[in-house]
């Protein structure tokens, strides 16, 4: 059983498109993550929902919006893609709400390739 | 400026040899040290915790310390096998009142040949 499943894997598409990312997880775990891993490896955290709620909304373009729809679940949209968006982006999953505390499990990332 | 150091950024040792992988970090306030082993093309998957107080804490072949004096930490791999052929990022944790920052590593790529 997959614990934190991501779609797509590879995402490759053109400047100014629009596209979603979907994760899911069936741990039963209240908050979810999107992070972003740069060309340098370093993970910087994007959103965190916990409950459906959002709790962290880090310094990222207004191009990017997550949605929960209900709390198994954490879609990243993204609009007017430019270069660089080209990343790869994990989700991940916790039990309770704060990541320094509480194991993280992260999904197998989706590699978005804007060109 | 809160910062976490990993040292060597690549690494290739045989099969069967031991490695130690090390971790700095300038954070403040400290609040725990976390080692994660990535995959190539999969998610990071929590190896050890360490708070404050602790020095050392095992997870099968796999051997943290802790120095919180000196802001060190490293990861020592007994008898390495090729599926130990990874990333190994070091991920240092602050709080402060009710909030929190995760600093993450770039980590230390590992490759294990036979």
């Known amino acids: 059983d997959t614990a934190v499943s991501q779609t797509p894997k590879y995402l490759v598409t053109q400047m100014g498109n629009d596209k979603s990312i979907k994760c899911e997880q069936n741990l039963g775990h209240d908050t979810m993550y999107w992070y972003k891993q740069d060309s340098k490896k370093f993970l910087k955290i994007m959103f965190s929902?916990?409950?459906?709620?959002?709790?962290i909304n880090e310094t990222v373009p207004n191009r990017f919006s997550p949605k929960s729809p209900d709390k198994a679940h954490l879609n990243l949209h993204i609009n007017s893609l430019e270069l660089g968006d080209s990343a790869v982006y994990f989700c991940?999953?916790?039990?309770?709400?704060?990541?320094?505390?509480?194991?993280?499990?992260f999904g197998p990332g989706t590699r978005l390739t804007v060109l | 400026k809160n910062q976490v150091e990993q040292s060597p950024q690549s690494l290739i040792i045989l099969e069967g040899k031991n490695c130690t992988l090390q971790?700095?970090?300038?954070?403040?306030?400290?609040?725990?040290l976390r080692w994660y082993k990535q995959d190539t093309g999969r998610g990071p998957v929590s190896l050890t915790i360490m708070t404050f107080s602790e020095n050392t804490k095992s997870n099968g072949r796999y051997t943290a310390t802790l120095d919180a004096d000196t802001k060190q930490s490293s990861l020592h791999i007994t008898a390495s096998q090729l599926s130990d052929s990874a990333s190994y990022i070091c991920v240092v944790s602050v709080t402060w009142d009710s909030n929190y920052q995760l600093i993450w590593g770039a980590g230390t790529k590992l490759i294990i040949k036979p």
């Open positions: 991940a999953s916790s039990q309770g709400p704060r990541a320094s505390t509480d194991t993280q499990y």
């Open positions: 971790c700095n970090y300038t954070v403040s306030p400290f609040s725990n």
């Open positions: 929902y916990n409950n459906k709620e959002l709790i």
